[in-house]
């Protein structure tokens, strides 16, 4: 992980509905990628509504860019299968980010923006970025492209790393 100001948490909860990969059923787990930091979710044997609740952690400098999920099955003895992807714009993320600066926000929920589905993101409902303890968060279901079906439930959270003090000296 680089260095930077924040961490980004991406909780893969879970999938519904995916697609069967192999003879009645698939071994799915979600790749994740921001940038060119990579992380994977645990693989569930013979299901089509996995439950993984894994929390994938991205060092960054801000929430930029566009978080990138693929679902593939695993195979034992041939390249896994794919089962579709989603992508995900961090810009309302960043920009969310940028809000609660600006509000000075410290304690409390409050939501801050409402994203909606479009060209630049695989939802499939509207959602909002609230903030909550300290963390900026994202609920999201999204739609998996290039696949007959598929959903996978995600959340998003911002968190800044804790600045540290300047010490002045006294002379």
């Not at 992807?85 to 609660?100: D, E, R, Y």
């Not at 303890?133 to 790393?161: A, P, Q, Y």
């Amino acid at each position: 992980m680089e260095e930077g100001a924040g961490v980004l948490k991406v909780i893969v909860s879970k999938g519904k509905s995916l697609a069967i990969r192999d003879f009645t059923s698939s071994d799915p787990y979600v790749v994740v990628k921001l940038g060119k930091q990579t992380a994977k979710t645990k693989v569930i044997n013979s299901c089509l509504n996995p439950v993984w609740n894994e929390e994938l952690s991205f060092s960054v400098k801000e929430p930029l860019g566009v978080l990138k999920l693929e679902v593939f099955d695993r195979d034992r003895f041939k390249f896994d299968d794919k089962m579709g992807h989603a992508f995900l714009n961090l810009q309302p993320l960043t920009s969310a980010l940028k809000l609660k600066r600006a509000l000075q926000l410290t304690t409390g929920e409050t939501k801050l923006r409402k994203v909606a589905p479009d060209s630049d993101n695989c939802l499939l409902a509207d959602t909002f970025i609230t903030y909550a303890n300290g963390e900026i968060i994202m609920d999201v279901r999204l739609r998996l492209c290039d696949v007959e079906s598929g959903e996978v439930f995600v959340t998003v959270k911002w968190i800044d790393h804790p600045t540290t003090p300047i010490h002045v000296r006294k002379r």
